[in-house]
């Protein structure tokens, strides 16, 4: 491609403030053709996964991470080279010489292209990294050396004469994927001492383990003596391993990592009272049984969550204080006009709590279609981020898996959350006989700084009242 340049595209900010993604999957490869608004990934944020579209037509030359890697906002992740232009400065000229605290990175790139780990060619914008310590000049490093000696028993180290040190060469970093160097990481294992046996002289995970391996035969072989022998408080503990053939680690990212930092900050933040009431919902499940034959509701998704979730919304308008959030920096109870209710979905992916907006101003036919609309998308991992922000107050249905009933733990900036148990025939006195009925539990957990237990019981008695009448949807609402 004559008269081109190559074009870097950064990772966006796919949502509101959101600090890094994971790349999911490459739909592009180094040599295919891209044009504008081509999708060339799919990333995952802490909110949903999203397609990324590509703002330029071009060739692509490099992607410079691999799936699985998460990437902060704002770092280049692929290379197109377009038509048009002259080729960036850095691309023409070799890297400026790396600052004396930085001896391990290489003074200039290499002007060919080289296989690197992430993508082919060599990344062409710059990488920020941390500032590693200065080398000890050679009296520091003898004075370190007699402490260590004096430690470890030997006496101390014999002064070495004074003779300047040569210059060290920069040293290469080894090339490993980032779960291998979380694991060597999570080891205490320094890569740089890894034997690495992978294509390319890539690092691997059966490398690292075998460095931990090595590393604990001495001990193993030592005699029984000078293993009972307790090790000085000061020298650290050799790396725990585990065995991969019955243990499984996953990284933590993406949703499931959003989702627990929201779980811990909100059980810790936010005063939880969780309330349960029984009911029995026999007339309920009837109705739900008719509206599937009602025209109206033809083609949508009718089942016992759109009355529950109806019967909340019911609920809130009788009890609109229940619809707040608590503002700690203003000290501020904050009460909300609208409901924009959020459904908990398990995704493979993780839990997500979508909302439906302003729900309460939807019939029951257009809440129906909301969420038929709702779990689809959700079930396809096509969840946008906007779609979870914004939420007030939240249902989860444990019972599609046959639990009774929990004690849900609130959605962060929410005041309420009601799970729902399974519903399934139990014995109940109905007209004073004993009878089979379907029944559930209820569980009502909400925040105890602005809501007290005469508002959070009133929501939950509404509710379980409209399900064990649906008929009061029409009276109340």
């Known amino acids: 491609m004559t008269n ?45 996964a999203v397609e990324l ?67 082919y060619g060599v990344a062409t914008s710059s990488t920020r990294r941390r500032p590693r310590k200065q080398a000890q000049d050679p009296a520091a490093r003898q004075a370190a050396s007699a402490v260590q000696a004096e430690l470890n028993g030997h006496g101390a180290a014999p002064a070495a004469p004074a003779v300047p040190a040569a ?53 193993q072989t030592a005699p029984a003596a ?14 725990a391993s585990y065995d991969s053939g019955r243990e499984t680690r996953i990284p933590v990212k993406g949703v499931r990592k959003a989702t627990a930092a929201a779980m811990v900050g909100s059980a810790f933040t936010a005063p939880h009272v969780t309330e349960f009431v029984t009911v029995d919902v026999t007339r309920t499940m009837k109705l739900v049984e008719e509206l599937k034959q009602d025209k109206e509701f033809a083609g949508l998704r009718v089942n016992p969550l759109l009355l529950i979730a109806k019967a909340l919304l019911v609920a809130i308008r009788r009890n609109p204080d229940i619809n707040a959030s608590w503002d700690e920096a203003a000290q501020e109870i904050v009460v909300k006009h609208y409901v924009n209710l959020g459904i908990a979905a398990a995704t493979p992916r993780g839990l997500i709590v979508p909302n439906i907006k ?38 989860t249905n444990v019972g599609v898996f046959g639990v009774d009933t929990g004690t849900p733990i609130l959605n962060p900036g929410e005041s309420a959350i009601l799970a729902v148990g399974a519903i399934k025939p139990q014995p109940w006195v109905h007209k004073g006989k004993v009878k089979p009925r379907q029944v559930t539990t209820l569980a009502l957990s ?29 009276t109340w609402a």
Do not use: N
Not at 362 to 386: D, I, M, N, Q
Not at 452 to 462: F, I, W, Y
């Open 4 to 48: 081109a340049s190559v074009r870097e595209f950064k990772m966006p900010d796919v949502g509101e403030g959101l600090t890094e993604a994971e790349i999911l999957k490459w739909f592009v490869q180094p040599g295919d053709t891209v044009t504008d608004g081509q999708a060339v990934c799919e990333v995952e944020t802490a909110k949903a």
């Open 53 to 119: 579209p590509i703002p330029y037509d071009g060739v692509v030359r490099a992607l410079h991470f691999p799936e699985g890697t998460t990437v902060d906002v704002g770092t280049s992740i692929i290379a197109v080279e377009v038509a048009g232009g002259a080729a960036p400065a850095q691309e023409e000229a070799p890297a400026a010489p790396a600052p004396a605290a930085e001896p391990e990175q290489p003074a200039e790139q290499p002007a060919a292209r080289q296989p690197v780990l992430v993508g």
């Open 167 to 219: 210059p060290a060469a920069p040293a290469q970093r080894p090339l490993a994927k980032p779960p291998v160097r979380k694991l060597a990481k999570d080891l205490g294992v320094d890569l740089a001492t890894v034997v690495p046996t992978g294509p390319d002289g890539v690092v691997t995970r059966e490398d690292v383990h075998a460095a931990v391996a090595a590393a604990q035969a001495p001990q």
């Open 226 to 239: 000078q293993q009972a022998a307790p090790a000085p408080a000061d020298r650290p503990a050799a790396p």
């Open 358 to 395: 302003d729900a309460h101003a939807r019939t029951l036919p257009e809440l129906a279609a909301s969420l038929g609309e709702l779990v689809s998308t959700a079930r396809e991992g096509k969840t946008s981020p906007s779609a979870m922000q914004g939420g007030t107050v939240t249902i």
């Open 446 to 474: 909400f925040d105890h700084r602005l809501v007290d237990g005469e508002l959070g019981s009133k929501v939950l008695a509404d509710v379980a009242a409209i399900l064990e009448q649906p008929k009061r949807l029409i």
